[in-house]
């Protein structure tokens, strides 16, 4: 296959049977087909980061989706960040989470701590 910038959806689809194919070969490292799979899984990264690109969530909307989720109420959270009032600031945007606050609400509601330390 001659390799070229993936600009539309048959390019993309084109490269991925192709990347089948090569996997189907196995090929040893160092060889051209080993290195037409590496530009190809490059080339359908930035097809994809270009086309599909999803964004990390924002932190506070992140725990309000795992609370409904979840059906949690926010008297719910307090164990993870503190009393009643500071619940409520911080699903307010009234205040900023803490290192504490991240990871008690990472491992509580199973939400990555790359979301809630997302700037």
Do not use: F
Not at 32 to 58: A, C, G, Q, R, V
Not at 98 to 103: A, C, G, K, Y
Not at 108 to 117: D, F, G, M, R, Y
Request: net charge negative.
């Amino acid at each position: 296959m001659q390799l070229k910038i993936i600009k539309n959806e048959k390019d993309y689809d084109k490269a991925l049977n192709r990347i089948d194919e090569l996997m189907e070969l196995n090929p040893d490292i160092g060889t051209i087909e080993s290195d037409e799979l590496e530009i190809l899984t490059l080339l359908i990264e930035k097809y994809e980061e270009e086309n599909w690109n999803i964004d990390t969530p924002d932190p506070i909307e992140a725990i309000k989706y795992r609370m409904e989720e979840m059906n949690l109420k926010q008297k719910d959270l307090i164990p993870y960040i503190g009393n009643k009032s500071k619940v409520s600031e911080l699903l307010n945007r009234k205040i900023s989470l803490s290192l504490t606050m991240v990871r008690n609400l990472s491992q509580a509601l199973h939400i990555p701590v790359e979301t809630l330390i997302k700037a």
